[in-house]
């Protein structure tokens, strides 16, 4: 079955420094992977995802990720972080017609101004 | 208008009283999902539907139950809800295939006292 880890609960960046969050999966075939950011009060939004293909994946609001497969991991980077970027990130994993999403259990971001 | 909408957003209940929550959807997605989401935990999977004629139980069915009246249509019921049910609960969607995306409702908050 597959799994996945978010190592950091909780990080605190200041407003225009650059961020990468951190997500190890466990999966035995090739893996879908997914980040979707969650705003305080607001549902889900799909922020980029990978299938196959090029390893760094450009998402939405200017973040990207980068699949390694030697490493099990999915990290998302942002250059320049925004105070409006505050919100809960979770790492997901999924795979080929298949039912079964499973989620990380998210890592918040806080924002200094 | 929202692709995936969720009634009621919040909810205040009492231990023991039925409640349902509804999704609808106009994205014209097969497959539906239920999940709640409690902090440090991630999301979890309740139920999901394939199609009208198919429902599975997810990770944490018990104490659940799920009705697909509609291809647009999947509603969520707590028979007798108890505390521990206190949680914010999200519908999603997705359109299966080989690279299965999900799109996420608003999401209820639901107090059960």
């Known amino acids: 079955a597959q799994s996945v880890t978010q190592p950091d609960i909780h990080i605190t960046v200041s407003e225009g420094a650059s961020l990468e969050l951190r997500c190890n999966y466990s999966y035995g075939a090739t893996p879908y992977l997914f980040w979707y950011v969650q705003s305080p009060g607001q549902g889900l939004q799909l922020l980029l995802k990978y299938f196959s293909g090029d390893t760094l994946v450009q998402g939405i609001k200017g973040f990207e990720a980068e699949f390694k497969r030697s490493q099990s991991s999915f990290n998302l980077r942002k250059p320049s972080v925004h105070w409006s970027d505050a919100a809960e990130y979770f790492c997901a994993v999924g795979s080929s017609y298949g039912q079964n999403f499973v989620f990380g259990p998210g890592t918040r971001l806080s924002v200094l101004p | 208008d929202a692709d995936v909408t969720q009634t009621p957003r919040n909810r205040i209940t009492k231990t023991g009283k039925r409640i349902m929550l509804e999704c609808s959807q106009t994205k014209g997605h097969d497959r539906m999902y239920w999940y709640r989401q409690d902090p440090g935990l991630g999301l979890r999977l309740i139920y999901y539907s394939f199609d009208v004629k198919d429902i599975n139980k997810g990770e944490i069915s018990d104490g659940y139950s799920v009705s697909r009246q509609a291809q647009a249509k999947f509603s969520l019921s707590l028979e007798s809800a108890i505390p521990n049910q206190t949680a914010l609960y999200f519908c999603?969607?997705?359109?299966?295939?080989?690279?299965?995306?999900?799109?996420f409702g608003p999401g209820t908050r639901l107090l059960v006292l």
């Open positions: 999603a969607t997705s359109d299966g295939g080989s690279q299965e995306t999900q799109y």
